[in-house]
């Protein structure tokens, strides 16, 4: 699949078939996300990958705001250590996930945990130091359905990209 078309069609995915994913593709995920750029090369992630069906079941209590995470086959924990900036490090690394599982014809969610509460019920249940900073768990899958429409409009160029200065017109070539 070529990248930018990749990049365009992927699509938010919360229902997920049961099929359990190959290891060559929990490898292909895992090594897409430490390929990916960060602050000073400092590489400062580690990923918990969870397959058990009653831990990733309980992810799916502690996500009130995603609990179709409980349903998911295979469950990625996006962490920090020591990281000068954590959102966009483990960002840059989730995104290339993202990006992979929709190659592989699978599907992915983001999904937070504002609740400092709900923080510390994932770090105590995948056996995470409390100190180290939780990005996300990524639900991950097959997609039940199929890319449901074309997506959400996106604005033109015209209205977000400028040239120079902002505030000159873009003029895309």
Excluded at 24 to 50: C, G, T
Excluded at 59 to 67: E, N, S
Excluded at 100 to 128: H, Y
Aim: proline share 8%; net charge negative.
């Amino acid at each position: 699949m070529d990248v930018f078309e990749c990049i365009r069609d992927r699509r938010t995915v919360r229902e997920f078939k049961p099929d359990p994913v190959p290891e060559e593709i929990v490898d292909r995920l895992l090594q897409a996300a430490r390929w990916a750029p960060s602050s000073s090369n400092s590489q400062p992630w580690h990923f918990v990958v969870v397959q058990e069906r009653a831990t990733i079941e309980q992810l799916g209590v502690i996500a009130t705001q995603g609990p179709f995470l409980g349903e998911a086959p295979l469950a990625i924990a996006v962490v920090m250590s020591d990281a000068t900036r954590p959102d966009l490090d483990g960002g840059r690394a989730l995104q290339q996930m993202e990006i992979m599982a929709w190659s592989e014809g699978m599907g992915t969610c983001f999904i937070g945990f504002r609740d400092p509460n709900q923080q510390v019920q994932v770090k105590e249940l995948l056996g995470v130091p409390q100190e180290m900073t939780l990005i996300t768990v990524l639900p991950f899958g097959y997609r039940l359905n199929g890319p449901k429409g074309a997506g959400v409009a996106r604005k033109p160029l015209s209205e977000i990209a400028h040239r120079g200065r902002f505030g000159v017109d873009y003029a895309s070539s």
